[in-house]
């Protein structure tokens, strides 16, 4: 029987492939783990230094930068030019680019949710746009958006954060049913907490945190099986599940109780 290792390079190996938000967490960590096996990367961000430095550990002979503003329809635009360029094509995009703004009701701004939306939700959608023509053009083309599993549920200050990454939730989930007669497959991924410069900032508890290189491998699992849905951590994932199925006036309280008096 084949190690899962093997398996993934099987699914893997000779696959063209297009991160975002690569420069540090999640997506510098998934670009290493993905460098373990015979791809072709393109990584992208805003900032340009971190992102030449993760293509010089992997080997700048694979691993390409295309540093950009994803949030905006023209840096989607410039980082489809260096793939294809680069590439000649791509086969996978794993849109993870994206940043996380609480609200304060007290306080409530519309300002936060039109960054949240901008940021996260637009940024896979010109990523998407500028990448389709040349995933139609794969045998193999793979849609992977990062969601959250704020996205499920709505947790306390997360408004404007929880509500775009329900937008890709269902975008995605849309996209998997348009493009499946296409041969094109749409998965999503549903982290929890994970130690990265974004979560360092929050200032509660972040139950089951997980390390970067341990979110990489279970999505590097899920993307070489093409799984729809990819969902980490297991425990808190089934605690999400779980609240979701409470009354409505259950888990209001539940959710009153996780809140630190100001």
């Known amino acids: ?12 190996d000779g696959r063209r492939i ?15 783990a993905l460098a373990d096996y015979d791809v072709q990367l393109v990584i992208s961000a805003r900032s340009e230094g971190p992102l030449n430095t993760l293509a010089r550990k992997i080997g700048t002979e ?3 930068v295309a540093a950009a503003d994803l949030s905006s329809r023209e840096g989607n635009q410039q980082c ?11 086969d996978t995009i794993i849109l993870n680019a994206g940043n996380c703004e609480y609200v304060d009701v007290s306080q409530f701004n519309s300002q936060a949710f039109a960054n949240m939306l901008q940021t996260n939700v637009m940024s896979q959608v010109y990523g998407i746009e500028a990448t389709l023509p040349l995933l139609r053009r794969s045998k193999q083309g793979h849609i992977v958006g990062v969601s959250s599993q704020a996205g499920r549920l709505g947790l306390p200050r997360s408004e404007a954060y929880g ?14 049913v348009d493009l499946k007669a296409e041969g094109i497959d749409v998965s999503a991924i549903y982290p929890g907490f994970v130690k990265t410069p974004l979560t360092d900032r929050n200032d509660f508890p972040m139950p089951f945190l997980v ?18 849905e990819i969902h980490f951590p ?3 994932s089934a605690l999400i599940a779980l609240a979701g199925r409470l009354p409505a006036a259950w888990y209001t309280r539940l959710a009153q109780s996780m809140v630190r008096p100001s």
Not at 163 to 176: C, D, P, T, V
């Open 163 to 176: 509500a775009s990454k329900a937008a890709i939730h269902n975008m995605l989930e849309a996209l998997r």
């Open 62 to 64: 694979r691993c390409h």
């Open 211 to 228: 390390s970067p290189e341990e979110a990489a491998r279970v999505m590097v699992d899920g993307i070489a099986q093409r799984r729809a």
């Open 234 to 236: 297991r425990r808190l």
């Open 1 to 12: 029987m084949r190690s899962r290792h093997q398996r993934n390079h099987v699914a893997l």
């Open 80 to 90: 489809a030019s260096v793939i294809t360029e680069h590439l000649g094509g791509i």
């Open 18 to 32: 297009w991160i975002t938000g690569a420069s540090s967490g999640i997506g510098a960590a998934l670009a290493e």
